[in-house]
């Protein structure tokens, strides 16, 4: 069974830092891009950050210069460092996998969401 689980998300005040974790399990992890999503409550989800199975990193560009997307295979681990939090940046936090098994089977798949707050 796929799964990824995330840590991290809590209450923090504007200008503080979080780090976010994502333990995956039931995959081949280095098969896999790795992402970090948000979403707002009524609002659609959106992407954060990647981290690919080839090393690259991308971020948007509301989080730009602020957080740090990291990886660690040989613990199947993403991380999401984030710094100079804004109440804008409250959401629910997502990490995603998406890649192809050994076999070559599509596969994407979804951690529960870890809340981040952001507020005086």
């Known amino acids: 069974q796929v799964q990824l689980v995330e840590s991290g998300g809590g209450l923090v005040e504007p200008g503080g830092s979080l780090r976010l974790s994502c333990t995956v399990s039931?995959?081949?992890?280095?098969?896999?891009?790795m992402r970090w999503y948000r979403q707002v409550l009524g609002k659609q989800r959106e992407s954060v950050a990647v981290f690919t199975l080839s090393g690259d990193t991308a971020y948007s560009d509301f989080v730009k210069g602020r957080f740090t997307i990291s990886r660690d295979n040989d613990k199947n681990m993403v991380f999401l460092q984030m710094d100079r939090l804004k109440p804008e940046d409250t959401a629910v936090y997502y990490c995603?996998?998406?890649?192809?098994?050994?076999?070559?089977?599509?596969?994407?798949?979804w951690g529960q969401g870890t809340q981040v707050t952001v507020s005086s």
């Open positions: 995603n996998a998406e890649g192809r098994s050994a076999d070559g089977t599509y596969g994407l798949f």
């Open positions: 039931g995959l081949t992890f280095s098969r896999y891009d």
